[in-house]
C-alpha cells in the first residue's frame, strides 16, 4: 500500500486526448465507473469506427465556455445513478492525467449541469494507483490557474 499515491475528496484533474487540459473531479468511490459531464451528444462514424461529438463546459461555475470534444466509442451501458436512475450512455476510453501520473481510463457521458461537479472520478479508474483521503481535498493536482497568475508576476 506505499507505493499508491494519496487523493483528496476532489482533485483537478485533465483529459488531453479530448481537449481538457483541466477539470475539477469528485472522487467517488461508491462509484465503479468515471463519469464526464457531457451535452449535445451526437453520434457518428469516422473510417467505419463508432465516434461520439461532444460538448462539455469545464467549469461547474461558469456555463459560457465550451469545449468540444471527440473520441472512439469503446462501448453504450446502462448506468444507475445514485437515486436508483438507469441511462443509456456512451463511454469512451481516454488518457486521464492527476498531477504527473497520467493512464488509460473508461468515462461514461452524462449531462451534468445540475450537478456540483462536472466529473465523477469512480473506483476503477484510481484502483491500484491511489488511496483517498476523504478528509483532503487537492492532494495532487493544482489548480493551473493560479500557477499562471503566479507566472505573469
Known sequence: MSDLGVLGWREW???PD???DQIKAKVDTGARTS????F????????????VRFDIHPSQTDNS?????EAPVLDQRVVRDSGGHEELRYVIATT?????HQHQVEVTLSDRDTMKFRVLLGRTAIQGLFVVDPSRSYLVGKRK????????K
Open 13 to 15: 484533474i485533465g483529459f
Open 18 to 20: 479530448i481537449g481538457i
Open 35 to 38: 463519469c464526464l459531464h457531457a
Open 40 to 51: 449535445m451528444v451526437e453520434p457518428f462514424e469516422r473510417d467505419g469506427v463508432a465516434w
Open 65 to 69: 465556455k465550451v469545449i468540444r470534444c
Open 96 to 100: 486521464m492525467t492527476i498531477g504527473p
Open 145 to 152: 490557474r493560479a500557477l499562471k497568475k503566479a507566472q505573469r
